[in-house]
């Protein structure tokens, strides 16, 4: 199926809301797209609503033949990225809402992107989202607000610590997905590891406005949630509450580790020395005393979004 933009679409028991999220993709402005549908084993009705979409726009609308294992989210993208040849990448989860020209902006900042560094150059364009709740009424107008996100915080340092980007606004290009690709199982999911490829070999650029309605319900694998001061003030002098956050983060952090570790071992012979001292020092976090830890923190700025966060993390942690 030839277009310029393959759109990736990984379903899993969706049915409720994938109505709507294909509709929004039927009405792009830009209409040089395509579909490709993996279905990671529903048991409700999505496989019949993506036949029955697929019946009406054949010409836009591929599904690819199920592994038979589930795969879960992050390998099943990894798997449709193994299927396209498009130049460029979208993803799409089964529960948004896209804007009628997300495409079409999207792909202008991308070829601007490309007039600057080339076609060669992998590239990755991400933006803001509208958050709504699971009837589409409005929760915040943007994401990054509501999150306390700053999109330009893009160097490798930061990028091991925390992915700013949500996969579902990603743009990638042909040379970022060939680069990446085949996205390893260590990875903490395909969006985090195409942001660690696109900062330290490429380039990274954002919209500074939603293009698209990102739906909070009680089924998704990951919500927005509300960054605010006395939130995170309480968590910081709360001893109680800030050791229920750090045993989440531990976890997340030794996922985080193993991605890293992939990452060097992967990409060693293209990182500079500097971006592998980096990463190094990253990975003797895990090993190193209270106060060589705090120290490597810092020389290195090994920090999150949220200032308070990293109050927080210099304290306890």
């Known amino acids: 199926m030839g277009c310029s933009v393959a759109i990736l679409l990984a379903t899993y028991n ?13 009405i792009q402005t830009n209409r040089d797209w395509c579909l490709l549908v993996s279905d990671d084993n529903s048991t409700d009705a999505t496989p019949e609503i993506i036949a029955s979409y697929r019946e009406t726009h054949p010409a836009v609308i591929t599904t690819v033949p199920n592994t038979g294992a589930q795969l879960g989210a992050c390998r099943n993208f990894g798997y449709l990225l193994e299927q396209t040849d ?23 900042k991308m070829h601007e992107l490309e007039t600057a560094f080339g076609p060669d150059a992998p590239l990755l364009v991400h933006s803001d ?14 994401l990054w ?5 700053n999109p330009h915080a893009i160097s490798l340092n930061r990028l091991l610590m925390q992915n700013n980007a949500t996969g579902c606004t990603m743009m990638i290009n042909r040379a970022l997905l060939e680069l990446a690709c085949p996205i390893p199982s260590s990875a903490r ?15 990274i650029a954002f919209l500074n406005r939603p293009t698209m309605l990102y739906r909070q319900h009680e089924m998704n694998d990951s919500g ?11 968590k910081v002098f709360s001893r109680a509450q800030w050791k229920a956050a750090l045993d989440q983060r531990t976890k997340l952090t ?30 003797q976090l895990g090993t190193q005393g209270f106060f060589r830890r705090r120290l490597t923190i810092l020389r290195y700025r090994f920090f999150y979004g949220s200032w308070l966060v990293n109050l927080g993390l210099l304290l306890f942690r």
């Open 14 to 26: 969706g049915a409720a809301f994938l109505p709507e999220q294909l509709d929004s993709l039927i």
């Open 86 to 108: 498009a130049p460029y990448i979208m993803f799409c989860d089964q529960d948004d809402v896209w804007l009628s020209d997300k495409i079409e902006t999207t792909l202008q």
């Open 129 to 142: 989202l509208r958050v709504v709740d699971h009837a589409l009424r409005p929760v915040a107008d943007s």
């Open 145 to 149: 607000r509501m999150q306390k996100t």
């Open 189 to 203: 999911m395909h969006d985090w590891w195409l942001m660690l490829v696109a900062g330290a070999f490429g380039h």
């Open 224 to 234: 927005a949630t509300h960054v605010n001061f006395l939130t995170e003030i309480s």
């Open 254 to 283: 030794a996922h985080l580790r193993r991605q890293a570790a992939e990452f060097l071992d992967r990409y060693r012979d293209r990182l500079d020395d500097h971006l592998q001292e980096i990463i190094n020092a990253y990975l």
